[in-house]
Protein backbone atom coordinates (compact mmCIF):
# COMPACT_ATOMS: atom_id res chain seq x y z
CA UNK A 1 0.00 0.00 0.00
CA UNK A 2 0.71 3.16 -0.81
CA UNK A 3 0.29 6.44 1.15
CA UNK A 4 0.70 9.81 -0.55
CA UNK A 5 0.32 13.19 1.76
CA UNK A 6 0.31 16.37 0.04
CA UNK A 7 1.06 19.91 1.97
CA UNK A 8 1.54 23.48 1.43
CA UNK A 9 -1.72 24.37 -0.08
CA UNK A 10 -2.82 27.66 1.17
CA UNK A 11 -4.91 31.24 0.32
CA UNK A 12 -2.23 33.31 -1.66
CA UNK A 13 -2.69 36.70 -4.13
CA UNK A 14 -2.20 36.48 -7.78
CA UNK A 15 1.23 37.05 -9.23
CA UNK A 16 2.76 34.64 -5.20
CA UNK A 17 4.69 31.91 -5.47
CA UNK A 18 3.89 28.95 -3.34
CA UNK A 19 5.60 25.28 -3.32
CA UNK A 20 3.67 21.88 -2.69
CA UNK A 21 4.83 19.20 -1.22
CA UNK A 22 3.81 15.20 -1.54
CA UNK A 23 5.37 12.68 1.06
CA UNK A 24 5.41 8.58 0.14
CA UNK A 25 5.12 6.32 2.98
CA UNK A 26 4.50 2.89 2.74
CA UNK A 27 5.14 0.63 -0.59
CA UNK A 28 6.30 3.25 -2.50
CA UNK A 29 9.67 2.73 -4.65
CA UNK A 30 11.66 5.83 -6.05
CA UNK A 31 11.77 4.07 -9.69
CA UNK A 32 7.62 5.72 -9.75
CA UNK A 33 6.94 8.26 -11.65
CA UNK A 34 5.27 10.86 -10.11
CA UNK A 35 2.40 13.26 -11.41
CA UNK A 36 0.24 16.31 -9.81
CA UNK A 37 -3.16 17.16 -10.93
CA UNK A 38 -5.66 19.45 -10.19
CA UNK A 39 -9.41 20.02 -9.72
CA UNK A 40 -11.28 23.08 -9.93
CA UNK A 41 -14.80 23.55 -8.79
CA UNK A 42 -17.26 21.91 -11.00
CA UNK A 43 -14.58 20.80 -13.61
CA UNK A 44 -12.81 17.33 -14.07
CA UNK A 45 -9.31 16.74 -13.06
CA UNK A 46 -6.57 17.83 -15.73
CA UNK A 47 -2.92 16.90 -15.39
CA UNK A 48 -0.79 19.38 -14.40
CA UNK A 49 2.78 17.78 -14.30
CA UNK A 50 4.58 14.40 -13.94
CA UNK A 51 8.34 13.36 -13.41
CA UNK A 52 10.10 10.09 -13.45
CA UNK A 53 12.15 8.31 -11.35
CA UNK A 54 15.11 9.90 -11.47
CA UNK A 55 13.86 13.49 -12.17
CA UNK A 56 15.60 13.98 -15.77
CA UNK A 57 12.56 14.08 -17.72
CA UNK A 58 9.75 16.46 -16.75
CA UNK A 59 6.18 17.40 -19.06
CA UNK A 60 3.75 20.28 -17.79
CA UNK A 61 0.26 21.12 -18.71
CA UNK A 62 0.76 24.10 -21.08
CA UNK A 63 -1.64 26.32 -18.81
CA UNK A 64 1.50 26.07 -16.34
CA UNK A 65 4.84 25.61 -18.79
CA UNK A 66 7.15 28.19 -17.94
CA UNK A 67 5.62 29.14 -14.14
CA UNK A 68 5.14 25.75 -12.52
CA UNK A 69 8.35 23.20 -12.03
CA UNK A 70 8.08 19.58 -10.34
CA UNK A 71 11.34 18.04 -8.89
CA UNK A 72 11.53 15.11 -6.22
CA UNK A 73 13.93 14.05 -3.56
CA UNK A 74 14.16 10.47 -3.52
CA UNK A 75 15.98 10.59 -0.18
CA UNK A 76 12.96 12.09 1.11
CA UNK A 77 10.32 10.14 -0.70
CA UNK A 78 9.14 13.48 -1.48
CA UNK A 79 8.01 15.41 -4.57
CA UNK A 80 7.35 19.08 -4.94
CA UNK A 81 5.55 21.30 -7.34
CA UNK A 82 7.07 25.24 -7.44
CA UNK A 83 4.38 27.50 -8.55
CA UNK A 84 5.24 30.84 -9.29
CA UNK A 85 3.13 33.87 -10.83
CA UNK A 86 0.02 32.21 -9.26
CA UNK A 87 -3.11 33.28 -11.19
CA UNK A 88 -6.72 33.00 -10.05
CA UNK A 89 -7.40 30.62 -12.71
CA UNK A 90 -4.86 28.07 -10.56
CA UNK A 91 -7.34 27.59 -7.88
CA UNK A 92 -8.13 24.15 -7.45
CA UNK A 93 -7.14 20.94 -5.22
CA UNK A 94 -3.93 19.76 -6.34
CA UNK A 95 -3.32 16.07 -6.26
CA UNK A 96 -0.23 14.09 -6.25
CA UNK A 97 -0.61 10.71 -8.02
CA UNK A 98 2.05 8.24 -8.38
CA UNK A 99 2.41 4.47 -10.14
CA UNK A 100 5.01 2.10 -11.40
CA UNK A 101 6.65 3.03 -15.09
CA UNK A 102 5.16 1.40 -18.04
CA UNK A 103 8.31 0.40 -19.63
CA UNK A 104 11.93 1.43 -19.37
CA UNK A 105 10.93 3.19 -22.56
CA UNK A 106 7.94 4.89 -21.61
CA UNK A 107 8.61 8.70 -21.76
CA UNK A 108 6.75 11.44 -19.52
CA UNK A 109 4.05 12.28 -21.63
CA UNK A 110 2.68 9.13 -21.72
CA UNK A 111 1.90 9.78 -18.02
CA UNK A 112 -0.80 12.77 -18.76
CA UNK A 113 -4.05 11.13 -17.92
CA UNK A 114 -5.42 10.48 -14.15
CA UNK A 115 -6.31 7.11 -15.29
CA UNK A 116 -3.05 6.10 -15.30
CA UNK A 117 -2.29 6.45 -12.04
CA UNK A 118 -3.14 3.56 -8.97
CA UNK A 119 -2.03 6.02 -6.12
CA UNK A 120 -2.82 9.04 -5.01
CA UNK A 121 -3.12 11.41 -2.20
CA UNK A 122 -6.52 13.61 -0.40
CA UNK A 123 -5.19 16.62 -2.05
CA UNK A 124 -3.94 20.37 -0.36
CA UNK A 125 -6.48 23.22 -1.69
CA UNK A 126 -4.72 26.05 -3.30
CA UNK A 127 -6.76 29.49 -3.44
CA UNK A 128 -5.24 32.52 -5.49
CA UNK A 129 -7.42 35.90 -5.17
CA UNK A 130 -6.75 38.12 -7.54
Known amino acids: QVQLVESGGRLVQAGDSLRLSCAAS????????MGWFRQAAGKEREFVAV????????YYADSVKGRFTISRDNARNTVYLQMNSLKPEDTAIYYC???????????????????????WGQGTQVTVSS
Open 97 to 119: AARPRKTAYSRVDDYVRADDYDH
Open 26 to 33: GRFFSSYV
Open 51 to 58: INWSGSSL
